[in-house]
């Protein structure tokens, strides 16, 4: 089996491959190095909420409740991954910030989403480091984290320490360019294997695309596939917390500071998260503007902030769709038959980290030939469907 990505998507579905006794071979210049190195790890599908995607709830939730067992079969203790039960609150300072919060917690009754309003005064028994602006606050305790850094580490750990058994399991750090196909001269044959940057072919009974953008520039992708990926930059910063402020908080703080977004996630090394814009404007270095703009609303957050040292601030592309859903599953050909040993699972976006374990244990259940249609809305063709049936529409 070939994973062309090593994000913690790719990872992911690599190490749930050799667990089933698999030979896998994962492809990646630089595994662990795009998104997935800029990721805050916020297991958070109550709190993502605010973006009202209501088809992802279902699967962002069922994705956060495998973690804890996700993390144990990774046979680490918890913590060993950055993996901490850390609730969150929602906060919100102006009284823009108030009704804007007041109208999220509505929608979360309606969704049926345990979130709890608290007094500032119970805000601050917990966080007692909360700001004075701070006026309206509600508790997602069911929300967790992962350091995402560490998590990717721990794949990459297993994954090599996999190999045994008549198992191969290797990693190609090379650039895959195409999809070999059983015939050459039609990319809707069966799918056998890619061909790498430095011109080697390698075969392999099932490909898996989860190289995020990549996947839409890889030769030999099926003619009629359309994979309209687009990047979203986010500016991401990391600050160290002095040994007198810790811990600086308990819990994650998501906040809204005059309409705008801003959230602090404490990592159990006393380092600080603080993010992330949303950008798409195609510049892939990390923005003055937006590193300003996170500072000084974090400090309206947690005045605190600005006694802390900036270790890091860093920019990555996260792949979104149209509707800001994964591109996951199966491809169908022209003839609309799925293309034999191919998978696409690609355009994250904001949730690559928090739908990893689920995105994983789809892909397998595709290849193993029980696929579970609750997913079949994320597929990777759906927009290419909608859009021949647009043209059909037309022509009539």
Request: no cysteine.
């Given at each position: 089996?070939?994973?062309?990505?090593?994000?913690?998507?790719?990872?992911?579905?690599?190490?749930r491959?050799?667990?089933?006794?698999?030979?896998?071979?994962?492809?990646?210049?630089?595994?662990?190095?795009?998104?997935?190195?800029?990721a805050?790890?916020?297991?958070?599908p109550?709190?993502e909420?605010?973006?009202?995607?209501?088809?992802?709830?279902p699967?962002?939730?069922?994705?956060?409740?495998?973690?804890?067992?996700?993390?144990?079969?990774?046979?680490?203790?918890?913590?060993?991954?950055?993996?901490l039960?850390?609730?969150?609150?929602?906060?919100?300072?102006?009284?823009?910030?108030?009704?804007?919060?007041?109208?999220?917690?509505?929608?979360h009754?309606?969704?049926?989403?345990?979130?709890?309003?608290?007094?500032?005064?119970?805000?601050?028994?917990?966080?007692?480091?909360?700001?004075?602006?701070?006026?309206?606050?509600?508790?997602?305790?069911?929300?967790?984290?992962?350091?995402?850094?560490?998590?990717?580490?721990?794949?990459?750990?297993?994954?090599?320490?996999e190999?045994?058994?008549?198992?191969?399991?290797?990693i190609?750090?090379?650039?895959?360019?195409?999809?070999?196909?059983?015939?050459?001269?039609?990319?809707?044959?069966?799918?056998?294997?890619?061909?790498?940057?430095?011109?080697?072919?390698?075969?392999?009974?099932?490909?898996?695309?989860?190289?995020?953008?990549?996947?839409?520039?890889?030769?030999?992708?099926?003619g009629?596939l359309?994979?309209?990926?687009?990047p979203?930059?986010?500016?991401?910063?990391?600050?160290?917390?002095?040994d007198?402020?810790r811990?600086?908080?308990?819990?994650?703080?998501?906040?809204?500071?005059?309409?705008?977004?801003?959230?602090?996630?404490?990592?159990a090394?006393?380092?600080?998260?603080?993010?992330?814009?949303?950008?798409?404007?195609?510049?892939?270095?990390?923005?003055?503007?937006?590193v300003?703009?996170?500072?000084?609303?974090?400090?309206?957050?947690?005045?605190?902030?600005?006694?802390?040292?900036?270790?890091?601030a860093?920019?990555?592309?996260?792949?979104?769709?149209?509707?800001?859903?994964?591109?996951?599953?199966?491809?169908?050909?022209?003839?609309?038959?799925?293309?034999?040993?191919?998978?696409?699972?690609t355009?994250?976006?904001?949730?690559?980290?928090?739908?990893?374990?689920?995105a994983?244990d789809?892909?397998?259940?595709?290849?193993?030939?029980?696929?579970?249609?609750?997913?079949?809305?994320?597929?990777?063709?759906r927009?290419?469907?909608?859009?021949?049936?647009t043209?059909?529409?037309?022509?009539?």
């Open positions: 089996m070939i994973v062309v990505g090593g994000g913690v998507i790719g990872l992911s579905i690599a190490w491959a050799a667990q089933t006794g698999r030979s896998v071979l994962l492809i990646d210049p630089a595994p662990a190095q795009g998104a997935t190195f800029a805050a790890g916020m297991l958070a109550v709190s909420y605010s973006y009202q995607e209501d088809a992802l709830l699967a962002m939730r069922e994705s956060a409740a495998r973690y804890p067992e996700f993390i144990r079969e990774l046979e680490l203790v918890e913590g060993a991954a950055g993996y039960r850390t609730e969150t609150l929602l906060v919100g300072v102006d009284q823009g910030d108030r009704q804007a919060l007041a109208d999220l917690h509505a929608a009754r309606r969704a049926q989403l345990d979130v709890e309003p608290l007094t500032t005064r119970d805000a601050r028994a917990r966080e007692p480091l909360l700001g004075p602006r701070v006026s309206s606050v509600y508790r997602v305790a069911g929300d967790h984290q992962v350091d995402p850094r560490m998590l990717a580490a721990s794949l990459l750990d297993r994954l090599q320490r190999d045994g058994e008549g198992r191969q399991v290797g190609a750090r090379e650039q895959a360019v195409a999809l070999l196909h059983r015939d050459r001269a039609d990319d809707d044959s069966p799918v056998i294997g890619v061909r790498l940057s430095d011109g080697t072919e390698v075969v392999g009974a099932e490909v898996v695309l989860a190289n995020g953008a990549g996947a839409s520039v890889v030769d030999g992708v099926p009629s359309d994979l309209p990926l687009r979203v930059y986010g500016d991401i910063l990391r600050l160290r917390v002095p007198r402020l811990p600086l908080l308990h819990s994650t703080v998501r906040a809204l500071v005059h309409g705008e977004s801003v959230y602090l996630v404490p990592r090394d006393g380092t600080l998260v603080v993010g992330a814009t949303q950008r798409e404007d195609g510049v892939d270095a990390v923005s003055a503007g937006a300003h703009r996170l500072l000084r609303d974090a400090q309206q957050v947690v005045p605190a902030v600005g006694e802390l040292s900036l270790i890091e860093t920019a990555r592309a996260r792949q979104g769709t149209p509707d800001n859903a994964p591109l996951l599953g199966r491809v169908l050909g022209r003839g609309g038959a799925a293309v034999a040993g191919l998978t696409v699972a355009g994250f976006f904001r949730h690559g980290v928090l739908l990893a374990p689920l994983a789809i892909v397998l259940g595709l290849i193993d030939g029980h696929p579970d249609h609750r997913w079949d809305a994320f597929r990777p063709d927009f290419t469907t909608q859009a021949d049936q043209a059909e529409g037309t022509h009539r």
